[in-house]
Every structure is written in C-alpha cells, then in structure tokens.
C-alpha cells in the first residue's frame, strides 16, 4: 500500500510537474509571442538579423520572411536567449508570489494587435490572388472596351536637372572663385561660368573644382543709354540665351546668379521639384530693401540673389531676348532686363524667400537668426558682409556654414523656440548657425522680427533703412542682450545628428541662471521634406531635456505631435521596477519624469544620461531605478515619454518586481495617448493588405458577375480622390457690430448668394455682432446670412492704450465660427469684416490650389508699407480677410483662448489671429487677391493694374470714392458685380495691347476699365499702378510708400490717358462681349488723339482657370480689330498659344486695307455675330514681344 502510495504521489508529482513544466513553457511562449507582438520593432528586427547562418541573407527576404511567419516558425531571433534568461530570472526571482504572476498577462486598456499568423494568413492569400489575377487571368483584348490614357509620369527632379549659370569676369574671377567652390561639385553640380575674356591666370589649375568657363558672345551692337552703369550688364542679361543654346540634354530648369552668390543646390533642388518645369515659371525673390524694389521693381527677381527659369520658358525667352534687350537700351541691370522680357510674354514672378540678394552690410547676425520659414536657396554681397562667425575670415566661416548645411541641408537656418520653465529662459535656435538665450519667456513673435545688426546697403539714405521684413533694435549694452552660441560642430549618427554650440563671450554681465552654461547641444533628425511640407511649412519645436547640467544644456528639435502620456497606477509597495522597451527607429528617443500625487519624485535621467541606440536596433534595452520614498499606501505615478515615429503600436512594457522580503500582490494599470503616424513597417503592412484586398475583390467579382469576359487594362488619368472644392466646403465669419450692421450690411448683401447654383445649398456662414440690432435691421432676408451673437469676452485683458476691445471679440470668431461649424464637409473657414466685399467664386476657385488637410494660413499684408512695418509683413490683415485650411481651425480653436491671454497689448484682431498661429509654427501664405485697401480717395489706378490672379476681396468701401463715376457706392459695387456673374475670374484681369497706326497703347481691365494712351508704352510701365489715390495716415514719411510699384499721374488732365468705364456686359453661346463708355473729358480732339473714341467693345471668352493656370499664370494677349466707325473701337482678348512663332499684330498697311475693307462687308451681313471675322487679325504671340516696330514685309502677304 505504501509502496502503491508513494508511487501514485510519485507519479502525480512527476503529472505535476510536467504540467507545471507544460504551463511554464506555454506561458513563455506566449509571452514572447505577445512582447514580439506588441513590440515596436516586431516587423522590423528581423532586418538586423546577424546571426551566422542568416548572415548571407538580403534584407528584402528577411523583412518577407518577417511579414509572411510568426515569429515562433522564424529561425532564431538576436536576443532570443537573453529574454529566456530574464524570464527565467523572472520565475526565480517572484517565486513567493502566486502563480498568477509567473505569465504576465497583457496590460488592461492596452490595445494589442493581431497575432502574425492570422496578417500572415490574410498575406499569403492576397498575393496568392493578386498572382492569379495578373498572370492567370490577364490576357490582350482583341477588342478593347476602351482606349487606354497614357499616363506621363515625370522622374523626381535633382541636381542633374538643373543647369547653374554664373555671370562673373575675368577681374572677379580668381577673386571670387572660392565662393564658387564652395556650392559647386564636379560630380554631381552641372554649372557654366560666363567671362568677358579669359582671365589673366590660366584656367588649367582650377579648371576641375570650378564650372566650365565660357566667353559671352560680343554686345557692342546692342545700345546702352544708362548713365553711370556697365555695360556689361547686356552682357550678363544674354547668358540666358547663352545657356539655353547650348542645348544641354535633360535641363529643366535654368539658375542663374553671380560670382558671389553662395547656392545650396540641395535646397534649390527640393525648392524647384515643387513646380512644373514644363509650365512656364519665373522664380526668384525681389530684394531686403525696400529703396531697392521701389527703384527696381516688387515684381523682379534679383540677380544676385539668384533665380530660375523653368526650361519650357527659357527656350521661348532665348529666341526673343535680342530683340527684347534693344528696347531696354535704358535700364541699369541685366536682372531688369530679363524681368522686363519675361514680362512681355504675359509671365510674372513666382516668390520664393530662400533666395536672398542682401542688399545691406555689416553684421548680418540678425538676419541670420531670424531666418523665414523656407529652405535657405542662396547669399549674396558677402564681400560686403562681416565674416558670419567670429575669429574667422568670411571664407572659413562660409565654409563652417556650409559643412553644417551638408549634415542637414533642410535644416540649416530653421528657427525654432523652446523654453526651460524652470530656469526661466528661452532659447532661440538658428540651427547649423547660432543659439539665443533670452533671460524670461519671450513672446514667439517677437523672436521672429530681425535684430537690426547691420546697416543700409545705401549709406545716408533715410527709406534705405526700412526693409521687406519686421525688424527690433539691437540693443547697444551687450549686458541687456541674449547670450549667443555659435555653432562649434554638426555630426551625423544613425540616431540622429548631434550640433554643438559654444558661448560667445562679449563681456562679463551674465544672469545667475546662465553663468555657468558653456555649452548647447542640439539633438536632431535630419530634415527630409516632402512636396507637401515644402507647401505648407510648419515651424518644428523645440523642447529642454532634463539631462543638462549646469554648464550644458540639451534641446532636442522635433516636430509637433510626437508626445505620448502614459499614466501608470501602482498598487502595493514596489521596492523595484523595471522599464524595458525596444527601438525600431533609427533613432527614437526617450525621455522619462515619474511623478508621484502630481509632485515630482524622481526621473529615469538621473541615473542615465541621455538614451543613447545601440548599433543592434531590435536589441532590448532594460534599465531599472528605484524610488526615493517606499510608499505603503497606494501612490499615483505618471510617466512622460516624449518620442519620435512611434506608431499605436508601440506599447511599452512594464515588468514590477519585488523586494524579495515583500509578497503583497501588485497590479498596474498602462493607459496610453498616442499622437504620431505609424511606422514604415506597419505602413507598407496596411497598404499591402488594402490594395491586395481590393484585388482581390475585383478579381471576385470579375469571376462571378462577367463569367468568360476577359479581363481589359485601362489606365486612367489620376485624380484627386476627393471631389473639387465648392462654395459648399466654405464657412464664412464676419465680424460686425450693432452699430455698423444697419448700413454695412448691404455691402455683405452683394456678395452673399444664399443659393450655390451648382448644387442648391446655402452658403454656410453667420454674422457676428456684439448684441442683437434693432428690430428695424432684423429680417428673414435670405440674401444676409444669419446674426450670431458673440460670446462675452470681459474676462479677457485689454491694455493697448488707444485701442478697442472688441478686438478680442473680433478675434474670437474664428472661435466660435469652427465651434458652430465642426462639419467634416468643411475645408476652409474664411474670415472678413463687414465692409469686405468677397468674391465667392473666385475664393472657391483660389483656394482649390491648396490641400485643406494641410495647416494653411491664407491672407495678404497691406498696400501700405508703414502698416506692415508696425502690424507685420507676416500677417494677414483681418480687413482684406483671410483663409484658414479646416485642419488648422479646428487646431487653433482648441488654444486660442489661452493664447491670447499672452497677447492684450496687441491692437488688432487680426494681430491675435497671426500671433498664436506662429506659436503653432504656421506662416502666412501670400494670395495678392485680397485687398485690404488702406487707402483714400480714387482706387481707379489700383484697380486698373490688378496683379496676375483672381480678384479676392476688396474692403475700405466707405474711405473711398466710388469705384464708377456718377453712381454712389453701393450703385458702383453693384454695377460691378454686373460683369463678376458674367466672367468673375476675368474680372479686373489686365490685357495690354497696341494699335500702331495711331501709336496707342491699351490697358484692358476687364470688367471694369479700358485705358487708351496716346503714345507707344513699354510693358513694365504700364503695368504700373498710376497714383490716383491718397495716403491712408497723414503726417508720416512712410505714408506714401507702397509695397506695389507706381507712377505719377499728370498735372494735365488732357495728356493723361482716356478712360472708358464698363457700360455693360453680355455672355452668349459664342463669347461675352462688354461695352466701355469713355468718361467726361473736356480736350480737344485732333485726328491722331484717343478722345475722339466713345465706345470700346470687348470680345473675350469665359475664363475658367484650371489648377496649373492658377500656379503658372500668363497674362492673357489683346489684339485691336479694324473697325469701321471712326468713334469705336473693338478689342479681342484671347489666351496666347505657345506655338504662334511669327509676329502678326503689327501687319503691312495693304493688308490693313483689305482687312478693313473685308470685315465691313462682313458687318453689313453679320449684323447679329458678335464674335471678330474670320480674318481678324490673330492674337499677339509669344516670339513678337517687342510691338513697337513693324517686322519685315513677308512675301505671301504682299500678294
């Protein structure tokens, strides 16, 4: 019995045993199989693999072999035996706990996701069918259902696509040379060098770390009248036409610049692959200085800042630029010509702000450190600069600069601005460049404006002094200014790239809490910047990590919205735990802050420095800390984990151990917020699995709905998979009062059309005002929007001294517009006061060029230069109204409560507005269309001159005169609006042509005015606006400086041009024809003089602009029909075509003759056709675009 005994309990202990045994190693696995699971790197280990017998394996096959097998079928993983050790340890280490403990469960309120085998299996059956469908299944029709599309899929653009032309001569050359040297490589910088003549010193010793050096053609044939100037500038002008008939294979784009000028091609690379080369485009950036652009032109790309001309443009440009340059024998610059030449051809300038002529001198620190939100493209006059670093010479610092630039060139210059709330700093980081420690908090928009360290590029000139961006002084005690770090080192790991900055010591007057700091050292990623970003650019942002001491200080540079919070509840006396987590980054970094009852108790970093990655990336690290306090009673712990690229998969684990005196049972409950994108891993995963999905299921249904049928390959244009942008995805907030509504609202009334004729819905928007009007302005007029009352904005402070609080009431509507209108139809939020006249249609239409799920901040700055000087150049003045893509609304919505709590000494509503979106990192995106109109008087000359793009906004109505004569000025808007429900996209748009048999030059506003000048115009000129209005503020120099180009308007009325006003406009099935009815003029009229004119008739089609027209547009050509009344004039306004090669506007006389005699016989029988004969003379084209002298005499038209 006993021996019977002892062997049952034998055998049961041994059944025990191995149960136990079973269970233990079941448990491992399971846990394995769930940490490799849950774990970031679960599909991204395998790529590191160093094991000997998959050492020859490719990294393709192994990341297949990682998606397609669990992980317990995969050959053994690095690492494997260490975590069977730890688990191990683990048993052993909790064996006076219940069994419960020995397999960890899975954290509650953790997500986990699908085991490997079943996305394995969904996998392997996609790509089984995906393989049936496309070589089972797929066969050439005989008889295609339709004819494919062929789809032009053009190569992402790089440095061999561009073409770099220098202008230097053979004085400058070896001077200047090492500035070349800096930007050009012979390997991969395609670049020509233009000389006067060889220079004196041979070329052979150079000749391989310099471009290739060409010898301009001779220009003494070409005149030049400037006084004071060189001529060297048609020299420099013609390396255009130089370039281009060179005919280098695969350009498309064409950069032109100067000797001195410094390019960082990587930059101007990812800036260019932005546009379409094979559109026409003019890029570049006009100058610093306001005196400079005044004299020059807003509208110019600076030549020494450097510019691009997309190669379908320049090859059109080369044929004509000699015949162009000769009528400019008075300008002073080569850039001045080829603006004036590509100007002629109907194209304006494209705004780029990373090219930087600098047209100032001395230090240029401050400029630097506040560098705009864009990639830095170029330097220029740096011969006239200080050396940008100290204790070096300009080269060496040019060359410190760039080593940076190389590292990261994206970066170099960004700004960013983080705050260390315990010392009370701020550091503003100009990266590869310089740091600025501020003593307290300082407000975002005032680090933006630039510290004014250098001086005039004109010495003594007062206007000189006022620049195209905010500036603040430098002030002059270095006590009372930041501390500065310049850049000492950038280096490049795996993990990230590592740049130190050294203090820069100009006195000793350092505060308590920066004394002792020497050392900055930024951690980064690098910048890689896709179209999109390059579109909408966000400023990145900048934290301190709580592992600086007191002579160092660590900033990671980040972007927005990688945090997670993950809060973690321990129940029990915890003598010990354990963090471990995995990386599957190349350089995911963690920061970690433990805090107890919301007081701070210990941190992770005071143990370990900064997490640094190991080489093996799917290596597990384990780190362990203990706390200061051993609690008995239950305590409240958060952890902080701020990250970079972690997907929702990325569940930390947390293992607790005890002390092994201690046997209380423990639970811990993870609660986690994620806000970041997922891996490229789990990307590529989800991807796969949708597309093969979607294979699948038209393979399915191929099968059982089409039976035999055949299946045929179509390829089809790509197309935006959401539908176009219409009125209905616009809300509107307008701000108003109880007080102006009454008047005012008949302004609103105009543009308001309650019904969109397209799909019947109304337009969706409110009316805010302080309090409810009086009953007598209270209706259910449905073409008002609805009122909305504001809410109460007294708790919020008020301090500018003059100002008005409803300001912030002002401000807080786009507040309470996205609150009422949180809609997912909603794409933009559109914001104006009531006296701004908006243009629906053609809001709808400008805006469409934009990705609303993007941040974009959409406005335009004042006309007036002293208004932006005072307000800022960076923000969108809330009267000309402004545009607000949904993404950011709803974003900016949520703090703009708290932000503007920081901003009550601001004036403006609209100052509010701009200031918390650049605490978002948001700039403005300038659209000229809207207006704020801060001026007085008579706007004919503003209007008359409208930019290349579609009139937006107008506003100021009540400041100014009516727009048309003899109405009042809700008569003239409405008259207006005539020709806007005809052709609204047309409105104001300008066409210029000429009539050489009387010498007239004509300006065709269309929809509004035509101007007829008594005498031959150049181009640019008229493209001027005429000064016909007043000054906005009286009293103050800078009253009169505008940000647009003008010219005077003569004393004498009679020599100024002869103005016909629209009359009326009509559309038919065959075009729209507007009449123009000239104005009173009381001058004598001789036989040569436009007075004798009373009606100019327009023909025009109905412009409908798509998406590319409205990136690259073209001023549309004007051509002056014969007409057989001597008091009439007809004009036809048409799209020029690229093709038209010969010039035909400027005919013989014997052909204006039949012509003449033809079209009245035509009249006499077409009395109803409202579209020009036949044989009307054709459009300007794009080879004559000099239309002041009569080309010669072609043989088939003399007969």
């Not at 770390?209 to 048609?234: E, K, M, Q, W």
């Not at 195209?468 to 005690?477: A, G, K, V």
């Not at 007036?864 to 893509?885: C, L, T």
């Not at 727009?963 to 808007?973: K, R, S, V, Y």
């Amino acid at each position: 019995m006993k021996e019977k005994e002892l062997r049952g309990m034998k055998e049961g202990k041994r059944f025990w045993s191995e149960r136990d045994e079973r269970e233990r190693l079941r448990g491992m696995r399971e846990n394995l199989v769930y940490e490799a699971t849950r774990a970031k790197c679960v599909l991204v280990h395998t790529l590191f693999l160093r094991t000997p017998r998959f050492a020859k394996v490719t990294v393709t096959w192994r990341f297949i072999l990682s998606l397609f097998f669990p992980l317990q079928l995969q050959p053994p993983l690095i690492k494997r035996k260490a975590m069977f050790k730890r688990r191990k340890k683990d048993q052993s280490f909790s064996s006076d706990s219940s069994a419960s403990d020995t397999a960890m469960p899975p954290f509650p309120h953790v997500r986990t996701t699908p085991t490997p085998s079943f996305k394995s299996f969904l996998l392997m059956l996609s790509i089984l069918l995906n393989l049936y469908l496309l070589f089972l299944t797929w066969a050439p029709s005989s008889a295609p259902l339709t004819s494919p599309t062929r789809i032009t899929t053009l190569s992402p653009t790089t440095r061999r696509h561009l073409l770099f032309s220098v202008a230097s001569s053979s004085l400058s050359w070896h001077r200047r040379l090492p500035y070349l040297r800096l930007w050009y490589s012979p390997n991969s910088t395609r670049a020509l060098a233009f000389l006067d003549k060889p220079p004196p010193l041979p070329l052979n010793s150079s000749s391989s770390f310099s471009p290739l050096v060409v010898i301009s053609a001779d220009t003494s044939a070409f005149p030049y009248t400037f006084r004071g100037g060189l001529r060297s500038a048609i020299r420099v002008a013609r390396a255009v036409k130089e370039a281009v008939d060179r005919n280098e294979s695969d350009v498309r784009w064409f950069v032109f610049g100067d000797d001195d000028t410094v390019f960082f091609v990587d930059n101007v690379v990812r800036a260019l692959a932005r546009y379409d080369h094979r559109r026409w485009f003019y890029v570049g950036s006009n100058s610093e200085s306001y005196e400079q652009n005044v004299k020059y032109s807003f509208q110019m790309a600076f030549g020494g800042g450097g510019f691009a001309i997309s190669s379908s443009l320049a090859r059109v440009l080369a044929r004509v630029l000699d015949s162009c340059l000769r009528r400019y024998a008075h300008l002073y610059g080569s850039d001045s010509r080829i603006y004036s030449c590509v100007a002629e051809l109907g194209v304006g300038l494209t705004h780029e702000p990373g090219f930087h002529q600098l047209d100032m001198r001395g230090n240029l620190f401050g400029m630097l450190a506040a560098y705009p939100l864009s990639p830095l493209l170029s330097l220029h006059h740096l011969e006239a600069m200080e050396p940008i670093f100290p204790d070096m010479d300009r080269v060496q610092a040019l060359e410190h600069l760039v080593a940076a630039a190389n590292v990261d060139p994206a970066r170099i210059l960004q700004q960013t601005v983080c705050y260390d709330q315990s010392n009370s700093l701020t550091f503003s980081v100009s990266w590869g460049f310089a740091i600025q420690v501020y003593q307290g908090n300082e407000l975002v928009p005032d680090l933006l404006s630039v510290q004014r360290t250098f001086v005039p590029w004109r010495r003594g000139s007062k206007v000189d002094a006022n620049f195209m961006f905010n500036t603040r002084d430098y002030l002059r005690d270095p006590c009372k200014r930041p501390s500065v770090f310049f850049l000492k080192s950038a280096t490049s790991h795996k993990r990230g790239i590592w740049s130190s900055y050294n203090r820069h010591d100009v006195g000793n007057c350092f505060e308590s809490n920066v004394r002792q700091l020497e050392q900055i050292i930024v951690f980064s990623r690098k910048l890689e910047l896709n179209i999109d970003q390059m579109n909408a650019p966000r400023r990145q942002c900048c934290s301190v990590l709580p592992t600086s001491t007191n002579d160092t200080t660590n900033l990671h540079i980040r972007h927005f919205g990688n945090f997670m919070s993950m809060n973690v509840r321990v129940v029990g006396d915890i003598r010990r735990m354990r963090l471990l987590f995995g990386y599957a980054e190349l350089d995911s970094v963690l920061f970690l802050k433990v805090e107890e009852n919301g007081k701070r108790k210990y941190s992770l970093e005071r143990k370990i420095p900064v997490l640094i990655v190991e080489k093996e990336l799917s290596k597990l690290k384990e780190y362990t800390f203990y706390p200061l306090l051993i609690s008995k009673i239950a305590g409240s712990f958060s952890w902080y984990l701020e990250c970079d690229n972690l997907s929702e998969e990325s569940n930390f684990n947390l293992e607790r151990d005890h002390h092994k005196d201690h046997n209380r049972t423990r639970s811990i409950v993870v609660k986690m917020q994620l806000f970041h994108k997922p891996t490229k891993a789990q990307t590529l995963v989800n991807f796969i699995l949708v597309s093969s999905s979607f294979c699948a299921l038209y393979l399915v249904v191929s099968v059982l709905l089409l039976g035999t049928s055949r299946v045929v390959q179509v390829n089809k244009t790509s197309q935006d998979v959401s539908r176009p942008t219409t009125l209905d995805h616009l809300v509107f907030g307008i701000a108003s009062s109880k007080s102006s509504w009454g008047k005012r609202k008949e302004y609103v009334k105009l543009w308001w059309n309650n019904i969109n004729s397209t799909t019947n819905k109304a337009m969706k928007g409110c009316v805010f005002l302080d309090s409810l009007p009086d009953e007598e302005h209270v209706s259910n007029d449905t073409s008002l929007p609805p009122l909305c009352v504001s809410e109460d904005t007294s708790r919020f402070r008020f301090t500018h001294k003059g100002g008005l609080r409803s300001a912030i009431r002002v401000a807080r509507v786009v507040t309470e517009t996205v609150a009422m209108n949180n809609d997912s139809d909603v794409r933009w939020f559109v914001f104006g006061d009531d006296d701004t006249v908006f243009f629906p249609e053609n809001v709808v239409k400008t805006l469409s060029k934009y990705d609303h799920k993007l941040w974009y901040y959409i406005g335009a700055h004042s006309e007036v230069y002293e208004q932006n000087r005072v307000f800022g150049f960076g923000m969108a003045f809330g009267g000309a109204g402004f545009a607000i893509s949904s993404s950011l609304a709803k974003v900016l919505a949520k703090v703009f409560d708290s932000c503007i709590e920081r901003y009550p000494h601001l004036y403006g509503s609209d100052g509010r507005v701009y200031s918390c979106l650049a605490e978002l990192g948001v700039g403005l995106t300038h659209e000229p269309g809207f207006h704020q109109v801060d001026l007085k008087g008579n706007t004919f000359g503003l209007l008359a001159a409208h930019p290349l793009t579609p009139l937006l906004s107008l506003h100021h109505p009540d400041y100014t005169d009516p727009i048309f004569p003899n109405m009042t000025t809700t008569q003239a808007l409405k008259h207006l609006f005539e020709a806007v429900n005809v052709d609204s996209q047309r409105l104001l748009q300008q066409a210029i042509c000429y009539d050489r048999r009387f010498s007239w030059t004509v300006s065709v506003s269309w929809g509004y005015a035509v101007q007829v000048f008594p005498n031959h115009m150049l181009l640019p000129d008229v493209l001027k606006v005429q000064e016909t209005f007043k000054q906005w503020k009286k009293g103050s120099m800078l009253a009169k400086t505008y940000t647009f180009n003008t010219r005077q308007l003569h004393n004498d009325p009679c020599k100024r041009s002869t103005v016909f006003f629209l009359d009326t406009v009509s559309s038919s099935k065959d075009g729209i024809i507007s009449s123009y009815k000239k104005s009173f003029q009381n001058c004598s009229n001789d036989a040569v003089s436009p007075n004798k004119l009373e009606v100019i008739k327009v023909l025009s089609q109905n412009l409908d602009l798509d998406i590319k027209q409205l990136l690259a547009p073209r001023r549309h050509c004007c051509d002056v029909l014969p007409s057989t009344a001597k008091d009439k004039m007809e004009i036809a306004i048409r799209e020029c075509k690229d093709q038209e090669l010969s010039p035909r506007h400027l005919l013989p006389s014997k052909w204006m003759i039949i012509a003449r005699e033809n079209t009245q016989t035509w009249h006499n029988t077409n009395k109803q056709a409202r579209a020009p004969p036949p044989w009307a003379p054709p459009p300007c084209h794009i080879h004559e675009v000099s239309l002041f002298r009569a080309p010669e005499h072609d043989e088939s038209l003399q007969d």
